[in-house]
């Protein structure tokens, strides 16, 4: 992980660069991005002193228990609602694992088969048949669509949320106040105000609080 404290030449507040990297580290090239387990993308903005800034997130090998355990709560939740439905090989697996490595190189698949060869090194990761750059507005209108789906108002989900629920995650995971902030690049705790509870976690602090009679002293 780096940072810098300006933006190089060439580069545009809003520009991403990505990079992949195999088992061993090394980074590849664009045919070879079937092999990607390592994805960096490096940030140019505007938004505070830290202008320019690179982070690395890993594939999910949907092999941990938490992986495993939600999979068969969705396989049972599902049957339930329709014990006729059969899913695919694979598809339960794709919906509990939330995967950005995978998700890009389905999008290198999908550019392959439509163009028949790989993108330029220059090209952008992600855009739409006709070549336009996706935007953030129509990223904005997808979540707004599948919060909807789900029975959230729409009016409460943007782009943004995708910060406060990063927060959030991590919080659940319990990385370390610094990680987070240097990871969201906050440059104070400000990031707490962005978190939400994880329901798990009230839920058992709730079980315990239920049980306890507390004792008053005045100051």
Not at 48 to 62: I, Q
Not at 64 to 92: C, H, N, V
Not at 200 to 218: D, I, Q, S, W, Y
Request: net charge neutral.
């Amino acid at each position: 992980m780096t940072q810098e404290t300006s933006i190089p030449t060439g580069a545009s507040p809003g520009q991403i660069d990505v990079f992949a990297r195999d088992a061993a580290g090394n980074i590849l090239e664009a045919r070879d991005l079937t092999q990607m387990v390592e994805m960096a993308l490096r940030l140019y903005s505007g938004k505070n002193t830290l202008e320019t800034c690179t982070r690395t997130v890993y594939e999910n090998t949907d092999d941990s228990p938490e992986a495993k355990a939600q999979i068969e709560m969705l396989r049972e939740t599902m049957r339930q609602q329709d014990a006729a439905f059969e899913y695919k090989e694979g598809e339960l697996e794709e919906m509990v694992s939330v995967c950005p490595v995978k998700a890009v190189k389905k999008i290198f698949q999908a550019y392959v088969e439509l163009h028949g060869q790989p993108p330029p090194k220059e090209a952008a990761v992600f855009s739409k048949k006709d070549g336009s750059v996706l935007r953030r507005g129509e990223i904005s209108e997808w979540l707004k669509t599948g919060a909807e789906a789900c029975g959230i108002p729409k009016a409460k989900v943007a782009s943004h949320s995708l910060r406060r629920g990063g927060a959030s995650a991590y919080v659940a995971a319990g990385l370390s106040d610094d990680h987070i902030c240097r990871f969201g690049r906050w440059t104070s705790l400000a990031y707490k105000a962005y978190v939400y509870a994880h329901a798990g976690a009230v839920h058992a602090a709730l079980k315990v609080a239920a049980t306890k009679v507390p004792r008053f002293e005045m100051n």
